[in-house]
């Protein structure tokens, strides 16, 4: 058929390329998902995924297995440690052979360029798993998880304490699809990605950015931290030392709403970014994440997968 245009395949790259009601159609399948549990159809039955990991992962790699897995389909486990990408092949070829074998690959990577480059060279879709800019699997888990406790988030006020890094700036990304307002406080030094606020404001996105931790809590229903010391930074005392007024702990939480969430996607450091009070204590659903980046994934793999 030379007159059918190929379209092109469903990349799950950043929430910001993709539309909210798509972003609402995966989400709401992630809850049919879970519904559903292990009675679910097999949707995805004779389809692989390609796993790449260029850095350590417990949570993405196991919940992105059980998720194929629980469709239906296989997955292919990849450490970039035992590729030939490990010794100078390229991105591009590396994308144009997967595509042959497998129907869909996800990369985590700390050069979100050679994620983009893969998707760029693939023709089958490819997901996100965490580069050093951004992680949107795990926000729509956090998104799914907020929903589950307080009911929709549009207009709901969200709190992010700490490091300006990946996590934050797919929270950020998610504002302007979702229509939560954001509070963000972070240290002048380490601020989100500029590129992410002006997008997001652009939108319409209801975002603040303080380096007052007090007055970003300040009647949200959610609070969400993250480590101080990601994998792609280098572990220094400035760092630590930055991000120490930043600790979420039972005094910070008071300034919340009175039914306040606490989200952290793990892994965590008790008494670092969080009291350990505070992440093990009954305000914390930070294993209900977890769990639900398997269902959040299931809805991404469908769509990315679908016809
Ligand atoms: N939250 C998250 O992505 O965890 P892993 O690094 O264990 O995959
Ligand atoms: N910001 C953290 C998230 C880990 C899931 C990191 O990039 O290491």
Redesign the pocket.
Known sequence: ETTTMQEPPRHFLDLSLIETPVLRRILDSAVRFKRAGRSAARPLAGRALALIFEK??????VSFEMAMRGLGGDVVMLSSREMQIGRGETVADTARVLSRYVDAIMLRTDRESKLRELATYATVPVING?TERS?PC?VMADVMTFEERHGPIAEQKIAWVGDGNNMAKSWIEASARFGFSLRLACPAELPPDAAALAWARAQGADIVLTGDPAAAVAGARCVVTDTWVSMSDDDTESRHNLLAPYQVNERLMTRAAPDAIFMH???AHRDEEVSAGVIDGPQSVVFDEAENRLFAQQGILAWCLGG
């Open positions: 350590p992962s417990t949570r993405t790699r965490l992680h795990q996607c793990l892994p």
